[in-house]
């Protein structure tokens, strides 16, 4: 946002109202600017620095948005779909002026932990393949993970289409006729973990990431559920 800007349009892009709404709240006083009430919607005003409250509370002007999800299954992560409902569609209007979208993606079927931004160059960061961020996942697989094929993950595994995946990290919770892994990828083929497990003839029966770089999965979040990162999370996310 520009340094100056009109005081409803500040207000309606901080998601207290349609452009309207606002309006009206600042011509029925309830809108100040440095201690002074203003009751002029074209009111220029820095977003950045002048101290502006709506109603008695001082709002926070800020560019960017994080928040963490715990995707549920049958959501697609995109932004909009013909078909389907997206996990956009689960957000409160006011985070939706932020033009916020899902940091890479998660399979229709898989839950667990996926950020929600609208800033590109953290997106960037987390998702460059050169980058190599890890990602936790949590799977329950449909045949029995032996400690041998900890070596094979490690190996990396050639994929249906001959890509060999990079070292990946594979941990045996439970082995029986179904297992339960955790596996850390450092890379986002397109179904990657399923067809890691294909490749060996077993298939991933649930899936759920648990942690995406230095940020974990808030597992008190249900499935559909959703929170604003801390402050810390972030600086951790942006240092990696
Ligand atoms: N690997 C998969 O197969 N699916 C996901 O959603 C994520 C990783």
Do not use: C
């Not at 329950?140 to 190996?155: R, S």
Request: proline fraction near 3%; aromatic fraction near 8%; glycine fraction near 6%.
């Amino acid at each position: 946002m520009a340094k100056n800007e009109r005081l409803d349009k500040v207000l309606a892009n901080m998601g207290y109202g349609s452009r309207k709404d606002v309006k009206r709240y600042i011509k029925d006083g309830l809108v100040t600017v440095n201690g002074n009430t203003i009751i002029k919607s074209e009111y220029k005003v820095n977003p950045y620095e002048d101290v502006i409250t709506i109603n008695g509370e001082e709002l926070r002007y800020r560019e960017y948005i994080y928040l963490m999800m715990n995707k549920p299954m049958g959501l697609v992560s995109s932004t909009d779909d013909p078909f389907t409902r997206t996990v956009i569609d689960l957000l409160s209007e006011e985070y939706l002026n932020y033009k916020p979208f899902p940091v890479g993606r998660l399979d229709k079927d898989t839950e667990g932990l996926l950020l929600i931004s609208n800033d590109g160059k953290l997106a960037h960061e987390l998702l460059s393949p050169k980058k190599h961020v890890d990602k936790k996942y949590y799977a329950e697989i449909d045949g029995t993970v032996e400690e041998e094929h900890i070596t094979i993950f490690k190996e990396g595994i050639v994929l249906d289409d001959g890509y060999k995946t990079l070292p990946a990290e594979l941990e045996i919770i439970e082995s029986g006729v179904f297992s339960k892994v955790n596996l850390i990828i450092r890379e986002g083929k397109f179904h990657q973990i399923k067809r890691m497990f294909e490749a060996l003839s077993m298939k991933v029966i649930y899936l759920k990431r648990i942690q995406m770089g230095t940020l974990i999965l808030d597992e008190t979040l249900s499935p559909g559920e959703y929170r604003e990162l801390t402050d810390e999370e972030v600086d951790y996310l942006k240092e990696r």
